[in-house]
């Protein structure tokens, strides 16, 4: 049986995404990468239940990480529960993160996340995703 859980990695900034994609994949997580939040909704679309948890960023061109999450939320009809998101912005503020909530996304961090380590820790708490060397 395959444990491997999914991840699902949204934001326009190239550097990101990769230290991202790293970090998470080193922490045992296969980790697709999109630089736009409409090739996230399709692959969403395209892949229903492969993914395990999404990590967004709030600004980007085209659409932005609110209006992702609300059409994930709405219009696909995708609960906190079946897929948690994970929103992350540089914007640091009281309001954006109770705008985060409000828009049922499951965490927030600012950018930069320091250490790194708190991002595969809200994964793992997020997926259900323990490290283990011994299959049960």
């Known amino acids: 049986?395959?444990?491997?859980?999914n991840i699902l990695l949204v934001d326009d900034d190239e550097f990101i995404l990769r230290m991202y994609e790293d970090v998470l994949s080193a922490a045992g997580f296969s980790v697709h990468t999109v630089s736009r939040a409409a090739d996230a909704l399709d692959?969403?679309?395209?892949?229903?239940?492969?993914?395990?948890?999404?990590?967004?960023?709030?600004?980007?061109?085209?659409?932005?990480?609110?209006?992702?999450?609300?059409?994930v939320r709405d219009n696909l009809k995708i609960s906190e529960i079946d897929l948690p998101v994970i929103v992350v912005s540089a914007y640091d503020s009281t309001e954006m993160e109770r705008k985060a909530l409000q828009n049922q996304a499951n965490k927030w961090f600012v950018k930069p996340i320091k250490?790194?380590?708190?991002?595969?820790?809200?994964a793992k708490t997020w997926t259900g995703h323990m490290e283990s060397n011994v299959d049960a």
């Open 1 to 5: 049986m395959n444990k491997t859980k």
């Open 43 to 71: 692959l969403l679309i395209k892949n229903p239940g492969k993914f395990h948890l999404v990590i967004t960023d709030i600004r980007m061109v085209e659409m932005d990480g609110w209006e992702f999450l609300r059409i």
């Open 115 to 122: 250490p790194l380590s708190l991002l595969v820790d809200a």
